[in-house]
């Protein structure tokens, strides 16, 4: 339960979440208040718009047409990125939908996604006082496609009214998550637009993430560790014999900072400790010899030594040699 934010708090959220916004003419006192409540409100809702060309989507935003009078969202997010504030206050988006849906809503007791709405815009509980609405700007086929500047604008508007009323991103929900008779937005999913407003949420609202183009990957021939994950050779390293890996190998599941080669990394450390634990074992064994001078030949004992050393070594020698 909020209380709505005020025209001029949610345009500071916005822009402090890095939105760019057009503001279109009466905006902040463009609304339905006159016919019904607006408020409490418990979350967003995302839609898609089902037309083409920025400037008639955001007219019709705005004014509506002979059915359905405007506004109907509070912001139309355009296929530029761009978000055109087009009324604030009630508005004709959410329509009827399902209560149950609401409940986990106002909770966010919900796991991936919602139960599925059993009811819709005519039968209903009323959306409108409830939710913020954005339209986006697509044809809603499928195939229209979603810009990165568009789909990030939709996170960040999101994330901005989730940071501004400290809820998670389970108060952001897709029309069609509302209503059963309606299917947008289509072309991305709901819980991926979550995941991405609960990314943004772990970071200040300042937080640009640079454009992570992911690099090319390397054929075999110039990379023969290509499509080798740190599983596979920490299974090579550690379960090619029946003892059971040392209770201090490391965690790779847990340890995400880990690459591939840090499990070779950490077999190599591990084997130079164990050198110089021989090297340090050897001198001490020889010392002991010389001190205890009587009884055993210290020339006898040190060359006891070195044999079963030279014989371990080459025991695991062999057992590395049967790999192949
Ligand atoms: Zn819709």
Redesign the pocket.
Known sequence: MATPLSAAAVLAALRAEGVRVVEVGSWRTHNRNAKGAWGPVNGS?V??TVTKGTANTVALCRDGHSTLPGPLCHGVIAKDGQVHMVGWGRAN??GGGDGNVLTQVVNESYGTRPTAPTKGNANGTDGNSRFYGW?CENLGDGRDPWPAAQYDAIVRVQAALCRAHDWSAKSVIG?LEWSND?I?PKGFTMPDLRADVAERLAHPASWSPGKTTPAPAPSPEENPMAGITKQDIYDAVWKTDQIPAPADAPDIKTNKAWAAQSVLTDVHGRVRRMDATVAAQAAAIKALAAQLGGGADTATIVAAVETAIRDAVIKVDVDINQES
Do not use: N
């Open positions: 809702i839609h898609h988006h959410a339209e029309h309606k947008d």
